[in-house]
């Protein structure tokens, strides 16, 4: 992008009136605190229209391990790949492809899946051409103990630039991303640099995400196909999981399964998501993953004033929380409400010793700022509260024991509990 048209879009960014129009829907009788500025993370001068861009990684089941990027002109979708820098011993090649939305049209979007891999090993990898650079990822273990963070509404600003920095150092296997990514808005370009800010990490460790309205980018008449930017450019292993559609699947890491669920694709009874979580749910074996995760957009329990009320939020709890409380279901997380805040074990409102854990954690960064106001009094149900941008780490340490942390990004403060899962709780026997 040339400079006129990058100064351009971050001085009309927050007036486009597609961003204000979503923005007024979304945020009903909710002001927001002011926009962060938005970065925009351009290509270096002499990267070539062939060279990698954008590198992302995902579990793709079976020790697999699906290997994404973007090239701006037609270029190989192979990955060579490794156990010693520079030494590829495996190579696999895949496809590629692109989409259009209006006058945008994407670059040549690859998909790779390679392995299957050892557990807890580092591959260096090549995407594309052999003159790319290399890269390199951990794969998770294949037992726990494991390390997950986590983060929702990421987009694009200082603000996520230091909750990278933080997430960076935590020395983690898998990152859950509970939607909400890019906040391109229906601007294209900003999913290019949205990629291009989070390659560092995400080329590094698998990063599993599910999708949030700001992912939706349906414009009445002019594009009336939903998610075309996150699913041609966020596939994620919904096929591996036996699922019809990128906006829900799950996977199994170590001992642990996570189910990603879309709060803006349907969730009634009749509905291919319902009853393909009705079936997922019977393949868990707790032997096998004692730990059981699930991620929504839309919170289900939400004590701030922002975001009360959509029917993401209770409609899809009244549908599917019977399903997650009668398998057992430890935490759910979730974003949307751009704060933090911890709940107890609940189910149907109540504090309830066999319900999942539910944590709100929307507070990555994005541009909209922070959502500030609480009702009050705080819920007996929510122990913990705070409207900061932050970063969690949850480290599964064994069957029975868990540990979560989270920190405010400026000065560290923190919310850390341990959890006991339920699969270890003879009281709450599945
Ligand atoms: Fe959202």
Known sequence: MGVIRKAAYHVLAPFNPFIMFVGLVCAGDYVRPPAGRTLYVSLSKDHSKTSPQQVHISLAGDGKMRISWITDESAPSTVKYGKSSGIYEASQTGTSSSYRYIIYKSGQIHDVVIGPLEPSTVYF????LDSSPEHSFRTPPAQLPINFAVSGDLGQTEWTKATLQHIGKIDYDVLLLPGDLAYADFYQPSWDSFGRLVEPLASQRPWMVT?????????????????????????????????????FYSFEVAGVHVIMLGSYTDFGPDSSQYKWLESDLKKIDRKRTPWLFALVHAPWYNSNSAHQGEKESTDMRDSMEALLYTARVDIVFAGHVHAYERFTRVYKHKADKCGPVHITIGDGG??????????????????????????????????????WTWHRNDDAQPDSTWFTSLASDSSCVV
């Open 211 to 247: 999708q949030g309205n700001h992912e939706v980018e349906r414009i009445p008449i002019i594009h009336k196909e939903r998610f075309s930017a996150y699913n041609a450019r966020w596939h994620m292993p919904f096929e591996e999981s036996g699922s019809s559609s990128n906006l």
């Open 366 to 403: 994005n541009r909209e700022g922070l959502a500030s106001k609480y009702k009050v009094p705080q819920p007996n149900i929510s122990l913990f509260r705070e409207a900061s941008f932050g970063h969690a780490h949850l480290q599964v340490v064994n069957a029975s024991h868990a540990q």
């Open 125 to 128: 990898y090549k995407c594309g």
